[in-house]
Each structure stands twice: as C-alpha cells, then as structure tokens.
C-alpha cells in the first residue's frame, strides 16, 4: 500500500499555559488519520505525522477551532509564521502590560495609603475595571470558550480569582451595610484584581521574551540563507532572482564574500568556500569543477558558476533547520509525566481552592467568609502550572539549539535522555577513528635519489588500485613519461617499460618472482613499516628496488583526543573494523583505545552491540551511517558521522555534521547539562507549587498569623515562570568542549599557506615548522593550511613566518 505520511509543524494559536498544550495534544491525536502530535507549548508549535489520505491541514485546524485553539495553515514556512505570530501577540503583550501597570499603580497606592479618602473605592474600582475586562479580557475570553467544552486551563484560574475578587469588592462597595450590620468591615480587592492582571501580564511578557532567545539557534539557521541569487540565462545574461524561483538544472553565480544560495555542483571556476556552518571546520574547502557546495556556506575570495540541484526544502540547510524544529518540538520521556499532571492540574487546584474556602468559613464563623475568599482568590492565582508546562519545553529548545550550533544535530529529546546513560561508546575505524582513505606516510628512496619519481608517477597513474592513487596523491605533480608494455598485475602490483627498461611497482611477492634485491636501508624501512600495520609497496627496475613506500589509513587529528575524553567521562570506548588483526590494533593503539575487534562483518558490530547491551549496558555508536546502519539502528543511541550526507542524518538520532570525533563526548555533555537543566527546571516547579498552594490556603495563619497577599501570589507566580525560561537559557552559555588544564597540554593554532604549488612545496613547510623545536606541524596541500601545535613554548606568528619564508616564497596567515 502507497504510503501517504506527511509530517509537518504548525503554528498554534490560543496556547496560554501547559494545559491548554496538553489539551492541543489530546485533541490532535484524535484526529482521524492522526499517528503522531507533538506539542511544543515554549515555542507554541505542534508537529503533526498523519496520513495524507485520511486527513488534512484543513481538518486538524477544525478540530482545533473546536477544541478553542487555532492552528495555523498555509502555504508559508512554518517557523517564518510562527515567528511572525509570536512577534505580533508580542506588541499586543507590550502595549497591554504597559496600560496595566500604568493603571494599576494608582490603585496600589490609594490601596495602601488612601483608604481613608472620600470616594477611594470609587476611584480604584474606576481604574481597575478597564485593567481587568479590558487589558485582561483574553483570560475570560480564553476560560468561557473552555468551560464550554468542559475543559479548564490556567486563563480559569486568573479569570476565577481577579473575577471573584473585583465582584465581591463590586458587591462590599455598593451594599457596606450588609457586613457593617454584622460588625465586618467591607473590605474592597480592586487593587489585588488588577495589580494580578498587571503581574500575569507582565510574566507572560517577559516570559515571552525570555522564549524567544531559545528559538535564537533556528533563527540563526534561517538567516544563513540569501533571499536572491544571481541566475544565469541561457543567453549568458545575469539576473537577480529570489531563491524561491531557482530550480533544479539552473545556472547560478557564486560572487567572493557571498552565501551559496542552493545546493549544487561546481561548473566552472574555483574558490574556497567558508563550510563552518556544516563542519565546525575553520579552514575553507577548496572547491573546483564538480565539487559539491552547500546552501549557507560563504565563498571566499574566488568566483565560481555552479549548477543549482536541490533548492527549497530539500537542500541541505533546510533538512537542518527541519531537524532541529522537529528535535525541539519533540517530547522527553519525562515529559510524558508532566503532561498527565498539566492536564489534570487546574480542576485540582479549583478542588483545593473550593475546600480551602469552606475549611475557613467553617473554623472561623467571624471571619471566615472574607479569610476564606481571600485563600480562594490566592490559590487560584499562585498555583499557575505555566512554570511545570516549560521546564522541560525551553531546556529542550536551549539545548538542542545549542547542539545544532556546535554542529551536532539532535533528532529528539529522547536521544538526550539516552545519551545521558551511555557507558561504553563502540567507533567503526574506516571514516570515523581514521581518514577513511589510504595516504602515503613514508617514502623512503635507495640513496635518497628520487631522479625516478616521475616514472613512478606514471606507472601509478595507469593504475587503478586505491593505493596507486594515494601515491600519486602524494607525488603531486610530475613529468609526463611515456610507458610502454604497462600490464596490472592482479593481487600483485603493476609493470611497464621506460626508455627500454622494465619496472615494477608492487609487493614483495612481485620483486621476489623477478629476482628483485633490496639493499639493508629499504629492507630495514619496509620492515618498520610493516611493523606498524602499514601497507608496503615496492618500487624497482629490473635488478633492484628503488624505494619503499608505506600506505594508512591515517588516524584523524583529534581521535586519540575524543577517545580520551570519552574514557575521563568514565564511557569504555570500543573499535571495530573489518581489517586484519595488526592493522586494527596499531590504529587501536595510537587512538588509545584498549578494547578492539578485527576482522568483524556489518551484521556481526550489531551482534556485538547486543552482547554488549545483555550486560547491562547503554551503547552508543558511532559510524558513517551507510555500511553501519544495523549497528547504528541496534545502538540503545546511533551517532552518525555525517560531513553533510542526507543518508547518515536519516540513519541515526544524532549526527555529528563534521565527522570530528571529539563531538562525541561533547554531545554527551550537552546531554547531561540539558537533562540536570530539566530536572532542576522541575524540581523548582513542583517545590514552588507544593509550597506556593498550601500557603495560598492559609497554612501559616494558625502559626504566624499571616495570609499571603494575592498580589504577591500573582507576583510569585509570574517570577516561578520566568525563572524556568532564565535556567534553561543558561544552556547557552555552556561550554560543551572541556577546558584544558594541564600545562603540558599542546596548543594549537591553524594558518592559511601562500604560495605553494606542489606536494613538495608541502613538504618544505612542513619541514620548516616542524625543525622548530616543541613544534608538531601537519601542513596541506588541499586547502593550503598548516595546523602547528606547540609543547612548551608558542611562538609568535612572525617566528613561524620566518621559519617558513627560509624554506621558500611561503606565507602564513592565521585563521
């Protein structure tokens, strides 16, 4: 059966406190067709999944309207709407707040020091009538569509106590007599009724406010890409074109200093283009006729013309920002907890308020009724679940914002909660601990005379081994020569005549069938070579061999760095990998891993990782997200790493965009950071209304001979909100990268190099820099940039400069 899902994020209209989100939920999964609803109520969207044949935008926004809510549909992006929405209510919160304060501060001081005055009641009850049905009309708007459909939400509550209070204030100031006659004095709460509209107001504004940064990351995502674009026509005209109006196949302009606006494929020209906001990566990537380029990425100094082949919603930044939304609108377990509680919440705390109200007109005959009113008023106000309904909301959104800016895309907030018990972290070796190609690390030459270098060029250049490509890689460029007789030479190697002379370029197996010697020097060097696990191919004429050259997969930069992290967060950290027994275990031992297995198949790592999780343990793992799925699907969490591919951010929960491996730990760092924030987050909200009701009710009268104040309950109950919001933006101040502090730690600066042309213009300022002394210099060709760590002293700039300029016309410019 064709299979007609759609999942898609839509605005919410009417949402004013975790009930009213938990009440969105209920109505949404019940719709017909309906498989999954997820309410974000911090950044007041829903993410919806349902059958496109049974359902419709139209009918989840009728049955929204039904329940009092709206939901926005249109053709419109999503979060453009949302945020558009939420700016309007927005200046419509502003103007409103600014009235009620303006107002109610009069009432509060007439309240305190005027009671005496003629005609005080009349000027408060004047001025707080506009506040409370005027400013405050949405809450008694919001709560009669509730109660209508036999619901309750927090608008009920501030509509019950501001109402109950500014009528029976109403009531004391038109009939005194009625309580004069039984020796009360008619106590008037025009100044409760409109300072608590002022306050709530208040709260939700700077609640608002204080939501809005935790939407900053998508904001951030969205503005990455340019609203035009540079087209060329067939006529090799140029025209500005909007973005929205690019197609596949389209011929584009990429200018020096510009965003790439679509995904596509470099045509003609090159340049090197700024990837950070994919990679993390610092250094430009160098991009020629056929390279991929990204929408978002920055192209530097250089112009090129690319082929457009994925615009709108397919590219690669808008599967990003689709990730993140739907990451952040997705619920943690905990969640699930806090919902049940919201949605029964607010007839609970009318329950206690009720008992509380007729607790103290039955204890206290004299005073009862105006005690009792004034608890009523008080438990309404103080027990707003707003707090309960963002604790976990906001430390989401901050937290995974936070991710996506780090470039690490978290698919759900499940995967935070997972991530926190991870315990042993098992990395595939190809592509994820290593390079994932082979790389010449040694050449060494018979007599150091390398005069045969472009027959050796040559010959691997007709080859179309792997390996042969990484030596020429490393050669670089060379002389054409012309090879006569070339013949591959299957398991063996490959041969062919120059100048009448035959070579032979292979393994040892092949220079033994012709009788090919090797002097101590190369013997001892390919032995070495041997020794740590590296690939050793030989090259010869036809009496001797003319150097040795050895062949890895080199480990990535920061690997043995991740692998330390992880093991000083207390996770065991395992390899696999499909290679022989004495290459995984040198690649084991310089990324410090102690536990490793060769030689295992795709379908035998997820084997592996269910032994694993038959301890007892929570794995985690981490692969390339094509030839790992099994194991990244069996993984209690699958890590991706990604460099940008569609197929890896499908294949797992999380992906790490630039492949570097120290994103690992740092992902389970935001994770622990973001699941303490949610714990604290409810903890605070659970104490504050565990707390905050029972001395609303007048727990402390017997004791203290105190009532709370309703103004200072409205107060408290805006403040509880925000603090929540104020604790989850503290995510994104965190440092997700531990801070070194040891002293012997490397330093690390990176440079883009000028002027070299060739690999052995490489060599040289590589060289250069690493004859410094306490210097580790890794330099390359493609981009040209040097990464120079120091141990001990760090030199200046110009220091590294003039190393480099006694090698050649070299120069460095720090990145």
Same mark, same amino acid.
């Given at each position: 059966?064709?299979?007609?899902?759609?999942?898609?994020?839509?605005?919410? $209209?009417?949402?004013?406190?975790?009930?009213?989100?938990?009440?969105?939920?209920?109505?949404?999964?019940?719709?017909?067709?309906?498989?999954?609803?997820?309410?974000?109520?911090?950044?007041?969207?829903?993410?919806?999944?349902?059958?496109?044949?049974?359902?419709?935008?139209?009918? !989840?926004?009728?049955?929204? &309207?039904?329940?009092?809510?709206?939901?926005?549909?249109?053709?419109?992006?999503?979060?453009?709407?949302?945020?558009?929405?939420?700016?309007?209510?927005?200046?419509?919160?502003?103007?409103?707040? $600014?009235?009620?304060?303006? !107002?109610?501060?009069?009432?509060?001081?007439?309240?305190?020091?005027?009671?005496?005055?003629?005609?005080?009641?009349?000027?408060?009850?004047?001025?707080?009538?506009?506040?409370?049905?005027?400013?405050?009309?949405?809450?008694?708007?919001?709560?009669?569509?509730?109660?209508?459909?036999?619901?309750?939400?927090?608008?009920?509550?501030?509509?019950?106590?501001?109402?109950?209070?500014?009528?029976?204030?109403?009531?004391?100031?038109?009939?005194?007599?009625?309580?004069?006659?039984?020796?009360?004095?008619?106590?008037?709460?025009?100044?409760?009724?409109?300072?608590?509209?002022?306050?709530?107001?208040?709260?939700?504004?700077?609640?608002?406010?204080?939501?809005?940064?935790?939407?900053?990351?998508?904001?951030?995502?969205?503005?990455?890409?340019?609203?035009?674009?540079?087209?060329?026509?067939?006529?090799?005209?140029?025209?500005?074109?909007?973005?929205?109006?690019?197609?596949?196949?389209? !011929?584009?302009?990429?200018?020096?200093?510009?965003?790439?606006?679509?995904?596509?494929?470099?045509?003609?020209?090159?340049?090197?283009?700024?990837?950070?906001?994919?990679?993390?990566?610092?250094?430009?990537?160098?991009?020629?006729?056929?390279?991929?380029?990204?929408?978002?990425?920055?192209?530097?100094?250089?112009?090129?013309?690319?082929?457009?082949?994925?615009?709108?919603?397919?590219?690669?930044?808008?599967?990003?920002?689709? *990730?993140?939304?739907?990451?952040?609108?997705?619920?943690?377990?905990?969640?699930?907890?806090?919902? /049940?509680?919201?949605?029964?919440?607010?007839?609970?705390?009318?329950?206690?308020?009720?008992?509380?109200?007729?607790?103290?007109?039955?204890?206290?005959?004299?005073?009862?009724?105006?005690?009792?009113? *004034?608890?009523?008023?008080?438990?309404?106000?103080?027990?707003?679940?707003?707090?309960?309904?963002?604790?976990?909301?906001?430390?989401?959104?901050?937290?995974?914002?936070?991710?996506?800016?780090?470039?690490?895309?978290?698919?759900?907030?499940?995967?935070?909660?997972?991530?926190?018990?991870?315990?042993?972290?098992?990395?595939?070796?190809?592509?994820?601990?290593?390079?994932?190609?082979?790389?010449?690390?040694?050449?060494?030459?018979?007599?150091?005379?390398?005069?045969?270098?472009?027959? !050796?060029?040559?010959?691997?250049?007709?080859?179309?081994?792997?390996?042969?490509?990484?030596?020429?890689?490393?050669?670089?460029?060379?002389?054409?020569?012309?090879?006569?007789?070339?013949?591959?030479?299957?398991?063996?190697?490959?041969?062919?005549?120059?100048?009448?002379?035959?070579?032979?370029?292979?393994?040892?197996?092949?220079?033994?069938?012709?009788?090919?010697?090797?002097?101590?020097?190369?013997?001892?060097?390919?032995?070495?070579?041997?020794?740590?696990?590296?690939?050793?191919? /030989?090259?010869?004429?036809?009496?001797?061999?003319?150097?040795?050259?050895?062949?890895?997969?080199?480990?990535?930069?920061?690997?043995?760095?991740?692998?330390?992290?992880?093991?000083?967060?207390?996770?065991?950290?395992?390899?696999?990998?499909?290679?022989?027994? $004495?290459?995984?275990?040198?690649?084991?031992?310089?990324?410090?891993?102690?536990?490793?297995?060769?030689?295992?198949?795709?379908?035998?790592?997820?084997?592996?990782?269910?032994?694993?999780?038959?301890?007892?343990?929570?794995?985690?793992?981490?692969?390339?997200?094509?030839?790992?799925?099994?194991?990244?699907?069996?993984?209690?969490?699958?890590?991706?790493?990604?460099?940008?591919?569609?197929?890896?951010?499908?294949?797992?929960?999380?992906?790490?965009?630039?492949?570097?491996?120290?994103?690992?730990?740092?992902?389970? &760092? *935001?994770?622990?950071?973001?699941?303490?924030?949610?714990?604290?987050?409810?903890?605070?909200?659970?104490?504050?209304?565990?707390?905050?009701?029972?001395? $609303?009710?007048?727990?402390?009268?017997?004791?203290?001979?105190?009532?709370?104040?309703?103004?200072?309950?409205?107060?408290?109950?805006?403040?509880?909100?925000?603090?929540?919001?104020?604790?989850?933006?503290?995510?994104?101040?965190?440092?997700?990268?531990?801070?070194?502090?040891?002293?012997?730690?490397?330093?690390?600066?990176?440079?883009?190099?000028?002027?070299?042309?060739?690999?052995?213009?490489?060599?040289?300022?590589?060289?250069?820099?690493?004859?410094?002394?306490?210097?580790?210099?890794?330099?390359?060709?493609?981009?040209?940039?040097?990464?120079?760590?120091?141990?001990?002293?760090?030199?200046?700039?110009?220091?590294?400069?003039?190393?480099?300029?006694?090698?050649?016309?070299?120069?460095?410019?720090?990145?």
């Amino acid at each position: 059966m064709e299979n007609h899902s759609i999942k898609q994020t839509f605005p919410v $209209a009417g949402m004013s406190c975790a009930a009213c989100a938990a009440k969105v939920d209920k109505v949404l999964n019940r719709v017909p067709g309906v498989s999954r609803a997820a309410v974000n109520f911090a950044a007041a969207t829903v993410l919806v999944e349902y059958d496109a044949a049974q359902c419709s935008p139209a009918a !989840l926004r009728e049955a929204m &309207r039904q329940a009092g809510y709206d939901l926005i549909v249109g053709a419109g992006d999503a979060a453009r709407e949302a945020e558009k929405a939420a700016g309007e209510r927005y200046r419509t919160l502003k103007r409103r707040t $600014a009235w009620a304060i303006a !107002l109610s501060v009069p009432v509060v001081v007439v309240g305190m020091f005027g009671m005496g005055m003629p005609y005080a009641d009349e000027f408060m009850w004047l001025l707080s009538t506009p506040v409370v049905f005027v400013l405050g009309r949405d809450f008694f708007i919001n709560a009669w569509r509730q109660l209508r459909r036999g619901s309750a939400n927090m608008d009920m509550l501030v509509a019950g106590s501001t109402g109950v209070a500014y009528l029976f204030s109403v009531a004391n100031m038109l009939f005194p007599g009625f309580w004069e006659t039984r020796g009360i004095h008619p106590h008037v709460y025009f100044e409760a009724a409109s300072v608590i509209i002022a306050f709530i107001l208040l709260g939700r504004l700077l609640e608002a406010r204080a939501r809005d940064h935790t939407s900053e990351a998508i904001r951030k995502l969205m503005g990455l890409q340019p609203a035009t674009v540079v087209r060329i026509g067939a006529d090799g005209q140029q025209h500005e074109t909007a973005v929205g109006e690019i197609r596949p196949g389209d !011929l584009l302009l990429a200018r020096p200093g510009e965003r790439i606006a679509v995904d596509g494929t470099v045509a003609e020209g090159s340049s090197y283009v700024d990837e950070s906001m994919l990679t993390g990566e610092p250094v430009p990537a160098a991009k020629g006729p056929g390279d991929a380029v990204f929408a978002g990425t920055v192209n530097q100094r250089g112009s090129f013309r690319f082929t457009a082949a994925k615009v709108g919603g397919e590219t690669l930044l808008a599967q990003i920002i689709r *990730l993140v939304q739907e990451a952040q609108g997705s619920k943690a377990p905990v969640q699930k907890l806090v919902d /049940r509680i919201a949605g029964i919440f607010v007839p609970v705390i009318i329950g206690i308020a009720l008992v509380a109200f007729a607790t103290w007109m039955l204890f206290d005959p004299e005073n009862g009724f105006s005690h009792g009113l *004034l608890a009523l008023v008080t438990v309404l106000i103080i027990a707003c679940p707003c707090a309960l309904g963002l604790a976990t909301p906001t430390a989401i959104m901050a937290g995974i914002g936070k991710g996506a800016e780090n470039g690490i895309l978290i698919k759900d907030a499940e995967s935070l909660e997972t991530a926190v018990k991870v315990d042993v972290v098992v990395l595939d070796k190809t592509g994820t601990l290593t390079e994932g190609r082979p790389e010449v690390t040694d050449l060494v030459w018979a007599g150091d005379d390398d005069s045969h270098r472009n027959i !050796l060029c040559a010959l691997e250049k007709r080859s179309e081994h792997p390996l042969a490509e990484a030596v020429t890689a490393h050669l670089g460029a060379c002389a054409p020569v012309a090879v006569e007789g070339f013949e591959s030479i299957t398991g063996k190697g490959v041969s062919g005549t120059v100048g009448g002379v035959s070579y032979y370029v292979g393994n040892e197996t092949l220079m033994h069938e012709h009788g090919i010697a090797i002097d101590d020097k190369l013997r001892t060097a390919a032995e070495q070579m041997d020794g740590e696990a590296k690939t050793v191919i /030989r090259f010869a004429d036809g009496e001797r061999v003319l150097a040795v050259a050895g062949i890895t997969d080199r480990l990535k930069e920061h690997s043995a760095e991740a692998v330390r992290e992880l093991r000083e967060q207390g996770i065991a950290v395992w390899m696999l990998t499909g290679d022989g027994e $004495a290459a995984a275990r040198e690649t084991a031992r310089r990324a410090g891993i102690d536990n490793s297995r060769a030689g295992v198949l795709p379908h035998q790592k997820a084997e592996f990782i269910e032994a694993l999780q038959a301890e007892g343990h929570t794995v985690a793992m981490a692969g390339d997200g094509i030839n790992d799925s099994a194991a990244l699907a069996r993984a209690d969490l699958g890590i991706a790493m990604g460099r940008g591919s569609d197929i890896a951010m499908e294949a797992a929960p999380v992906t790490i965009i630039s492949s570097e491996l120290t994103k690992i730990a740092e992902a389970i &760092r *935001l994770s622990r950071l973001t699941v303490r924030t949610i714990r604290q987050n409810l903890f605070w909200a659970f104490i504050y209304n565990l707390i905050g009701v029972p001395v $609303a009710a007048g727990a402390l009268y017997p004791l203290l001979g105190v009532q709370l104040d309703p103004m200072i309950a409205g107060a408290a109950m805006a403040m509880s909100s925000v603090s929540v919001v104020a604790n989850s933006l503290r995510l994104k101040r965190a440092k997700l990268h531990k801070e070194k502090t040891n002293k012997k730690q490397r330093i690390m600066k990176k440079y883009q190099v000028e002027g070299m042309m060739c690999n052995h213009c490489r060599m040289h300022v590589e060289k250069a820099l690493n004859s410094l002394e306490g210097v580790s210099a890794s330099v390359t060709l493609d981009p040209p940039a040097a990464e120079v760590r120091f141990t001990g002293r760090t030199y200046s700039d110009e220091e590294l400069q003039r190393a480099v300029a006694e090698a050649g016309d070299y120069r460095l410019r720090a990145l």
